[in-house]
């Protein structure tokens, strides 16, 4: 099936670092959410974006819509052990109210 | 307020046997999705119920499964005669209409096909 693509794949820092990731689609997305995941467990939302050029904060997590509509980032500042887990990316285009999700990024934290 | 309840959390079964999933949403939410995650990959969407009508189907949605959502309440997913290639973790997901794009899942259903 279709999926977005998310870079990086897997990420390794200390903590205290802060983290950026991003996602990228050959189609224009008129909504981008970010999801967290942890193992076992469903997705977590943690940031919906609706416009071309939002950008949108919860706790130190800041995602932006890109200006081109076929992009999304995602940044957490000062991150902690409990931001271990993987990272996806999800988008909305056209009439469809399903969502098209990206191939995820781990995140490992070493306290 | 309770979030999005899946049953049973974990499942395995043998190869050609048939499997039920049910699924229930956050109780104001009129829409209901159903995904399929594998090892490594983001969860991949199978069907999805506004109230009771199902609205729109992938082609990863065989014969062998079937979605129900009677009552535009909980949601049922049926897999028949299933396959090793049919285990994943299934999700449910719910949202409201205003705010569609959000969706909200459950911690889904662990299926193993032996």
């Known amino acids: 099936g279709q999926q977005l693509n998310q870079s990086p794949q897997s990420m390794f820092i200390q903590e205290g670092e802060d983290v950026s990731m991003n996602c990228t689609s050959s189609?224009?997305?008129?909504?981008w959410l970010w999801y967290k995941q942890d193992p076992g467990e469903g997705p977590v939302l943690l940031i919906a974006?609706?416009?071309?050029?939002e950008l949108t904060s919860n706790g130190r997590l800041t995602a932006q819509f890109g200006t081109t509509r076929k992009d999304s980032f995602l940044n957490i500042s000062a991150s902690i052990p409990s931001d271990v887990g993987i990272y996806f990316c999800?988008?909305?285009?056209?009439?469809?109210?399903?969502?098209?999700f990206g191939t995820g990024t781990l995140l490992a934290v070493q306290p | 307020d309770t979030g999005v309840s899946q049953d049973p959390r974990h499942k395995i079964t043998k190869r050609g046997q048939n499997v039920t999933f049910r699924c229930d949403p956050i109780?104001?939410?009129?829409?209901l999705y159903w995904y399929r995650q594998t090892l490594g990959q983001g969860p991949e969407f199978l069907t999805y119920?506004?109230?009771?009508?199902?609205?729109?189907k992938s082609r990863l949605l065989s014969d062998r499964f079937s979605a129900e959502r009677p009552k535009g309440s909980f949601s049922t997913l049926e897999i028949q005669r299933t396959e090793q290639g049919d285990s994943a973790m299934y999700l449910c997901?719910?949202?409201?209409?205003?705010?569609?794009?959000?969706?909200?899942f459950g911690p889904g259903t662990r299926l193993t096909v032996t």
């Open positions: 997901a719910s949202s409201l209409s205003g705010t569609s794009y959000e969706q909200y």
């Open positions: 189609s224009i997305f008129n909504t």
């Open positions: 974006l609706y416009k071309a050029g």
């Open positions: 999800a988008g909305q285009y056209g009439a469809t109210n399903k969502l098209i």
């Open positions: 109780s104001e939410h009129n829409r």
């Open positions: 119920f506004q109230n009771e009508a199902q609205l729109e």
